[in-house]
């Protein structure tokens, strides 16, 4: 394998397609502010998942075509959505009525930090920053699963994968899986364990970026996208 400390880093849209890959058929799955959105634009042909969005809406399709956009339909990121066959509109309480009762298999969120135990940090920078929880406590506690889509690094280089949060919590040992710009790491009992890698990177660099102990059990998997996204 050919090592760099430049390799070639995935696109905010190829860490979303990479992520919708692994949405199992027939999940119900909520699609945080940000990033994870796109998910909805990169499900498998043929796979049927049942999208929320926590300000009512049960039964998103992708992003709506250029010119296509009607403003009286969006989520909860504020950006406008369409509809699948069969989808519903519902009233705001039933909708986190839908997370809190543990309705929801997978919540696809950002995340600001990850720490090793699980810990999720998504609502605030700290000191300066504007935080906005949004519905991501609910969804953090009352999901079956949590999946954290982000950077492997802040813009400062500053590890987001860490031994603990700095940053105000938004859940506790909720992460299940996380999806950077370099690697797929899953997360259990023994802390981050490496599945798959950016090709170009090494693992002893990919090591050097993350701010806790990363395992890996074989060689991991290669990281790749479609170009273009």
Known sequence: MNVTTDPARLSRAQIAWRAAQDIPDGAYVNL???????????LPEGREVIFQSENGILGVGPAPLSGEEDYDLINASKQPVTLLPGAAIVHHADSFAMITGGHIDIAVLGAFEVASNGDLANWSTGKGGVPGVGGAMD???????????TTHASKSGAPKLVDRLKLPL??????????TDLAVIELDAEGFLLREMVPGLDIETLRGLTGAPLRTIGEPHPLEAPGGL
């Open 170 to 179: 938004t859940g506790a040992g909720v992460v299940k899986r996380v999806y």
């Open 32 to 42: 945080g502010i940000g990033m994870p959105v796109a998910c909805a634009n990169h």
């Open 139 to 149: 969804l953090a506690a009352g999901a079956k699963a949590v999946w954290a889509l």
